[in-house]
C-alpha cells in the first residue's frame, strides 16, 4: 500500500501536473504497490485525486486499488458513498475494492466528483448537447451539469438550471457549443473548445468502498 499525499502545488498548472506524474511514476515502480491511499488536503481534494487517477489510466494500471481519503465531504465522496477523515483512513486500511465504471472526457482527465459545460465568460452556452442518443438541449442554456455514476451505465448529466433538475443517464454526455468552456471539479479552463465529451473509459476503477 501507498499513500500519496496532496501538497500545495496547484496541480491544474505545469509544475502540478509534474508532481502528480512523479508521486504516481514512483509509486507504480514498486512491482509490489497493490493498493493506492490517494489522500487529499484541504485545496479542492477532488482534482488532486482526479489527477492521480488520471495519472493510472494514462499508465494503463487500473489494475491497482485505490482508495480516497479525502478531509471533508465532497462532490466525489457523496457520489460514491464513501465516508471522509478518520473514517476515510480506516477504510482505506482495510475495505476491499469494488470494480466501479471510470469517467474520463476527451481531454484525457478523469471525472471522479462533477463537472460543468458553461458559455465563456459567464454568458449562456449556445449548442446543443446528448446523452447517448436522447437530446438534453438545443439552444441556450445556463450550462449542463455532469457527474459520474457508481454503476453502470456509468454517468448522468442535467441542465445547469435550479428549475429543471431530471438527469439523464447513459454512457456518455456529449456537448458541442460556439462559446464551450469546460469546469471539472470546481477549477475552470478558460480555453474555448468546439466540443465536450465525458463517457465511461474501457477500463473500470477498482475503488475501495464501504
Given amino acids: 500500500m501507498v499513500v500519496l499525499g496532496q501538497n500545495s502545488t496547484p496541480h491544474g498548472n505545469a509544475a502540478g501536473k509534474a508532481a502528480v506524474r512523479a508521486l504516481v511514476s514512483g509509486a507504480l515502480d514498486d512491482p509490489a504497490t497493490t493498493r493506492i491511499v490517494i489522500r487529499g488536503g484541504p485545496d479542492n481534494p477532488d482534482a488532486f485525486a ?8 494514462i499508465a494503463e494500471r487500473l489494475d491497482v486499488e485505490v482508495a ?3 478531509p471533508v ?3 466525489a465522496t457523496r457520489r460514491y458513498g464513501l465516508p471522509h477523515g478518520p473514517a476515510a483512513d480506516t477504510l482505506a486500511q482495510s475495505g476491499n475494492a469494488r ?3 471510470l469517467i474520463r472526457d476527451d481531454a484525457a482527465t478523469v471525472l471522479l466528483g462533477r463537472a460543468r459545460q458553461l458559455g465563456e ?6 449548442g446543443e448537447s446528448y446523452v447517448d442518443n436522447e437530446r438534453l438541449f438545443t439552444g441556450d442554456v445556463r450550462g449542463v451539469v455532469i457527474e459520474p455514476l457508481p454503476e453502470a451505465p456509468g454517468v448522468r448529466a442535467r441542465l445547469d438550471h435550479p428549475l429543471r433538475r431530471r438527469w439523464e443517464t447513459g454512457r456518455a454526455a456529449q456537448t458541442g457549443g460556439t462559446n464551450l468552456v469546460v469546469e471539472r471539479e470546481g477549477v475552470l479552463t478558460d480555453r474555448v473548445v468546439k466540443r465536450s465529451t465525458f463517457y465511461r473509459h474501457h477500463v473500470d476503477l477498482l475503488l475501495v468502498l464501504p
Fill in 50 to 57: 482526479a489527477a492521480v487517477l488520471a495519472r493510472l489510466m
Fill in 73 to 75: 465531504a465532497t462532490p
Fill in 68 to 70: 480516497y481519503v479525502a
Fill in 121 to 126: 465568460g459567464g454568458a449562456k452556452l449556445h
Fill in 99 to 101: 470494480a466501479v465504471p
